[in-house]
């Protein structure tokens, strides 16, 4: 989700690879963001804007979506595809959350998606959620790859 130009790094990795070898690639989803019971707004917010800063930077519209097929033009073989969210308890969560959109500010302001303040809210409002009655929250949904280098 943050690369540039991702064929040419799965380019690069498949000849990094000895023959056979295995590469296990987990990328997050734009959608369906982390949720939460109950739902809160600020994740989705949060994980909009962050994908918003990622694709602002010069990572490609929807480059998790086409991540198999540019395996495979890279040489590598798919043998498995499958994704995985995380239910985690809402005190780490929400940490979790708040820490990456803190940890992105600076990105966020520099590229124009959002000002210091919105990240210092959504921050705010994702820390606030640890302690406030949440029962749980979940990581963003990740594609799964499992993928061999083509043998020799």
């Not at 994980?47 to 694709?55: A, G, S």
């Not at 519209?61 to 308890?89: C, H, K, N, W, Y």
Request: glycine content about 8%; aromatic content about 8%.
């Amino acid at each position: 989700m943050h690369q540039r130009d991702p064929a040419q790094t799965l380019r690069r990795i498949a000849e990094l690879l000895r023959p056979g070898g295995w590469l296990v690639a987990h990328e997050p989803l734009r959608s369906p963001p982390p949720r939460s019971s109950p739902p809160l707004d600020a994740l989705t917010t949060y994980w909009e804007l962050l994908y918003d800063v990622v694709e602002r930077l010069g990572a490609p519209p929807g480059a998790v979506d086409v991540l198999a097929q540019q395996a495979r033009d890279s040489g590598l073989e798919v043998v498995e595809t499958s994704g995985f969210f995380q239910v985690i308890p809402p005190e780490l969560g929400f940490d979790v959350h708040a820490s990456t959109i803190a940890a992105a500010k600076s990105r966020a302001v520099e590229s124009g998606v959002a000002s210091g303040n919105e990240i210092d809210a959504l921050e705010r409002a994702l820390r606030a959620a640890k302690d406030g009655g949440y029962d749980w929250v979940t990581t963003p949904f990740f594609l799964a790859l499992t993928l061999r280098a083509q043998s020799a």
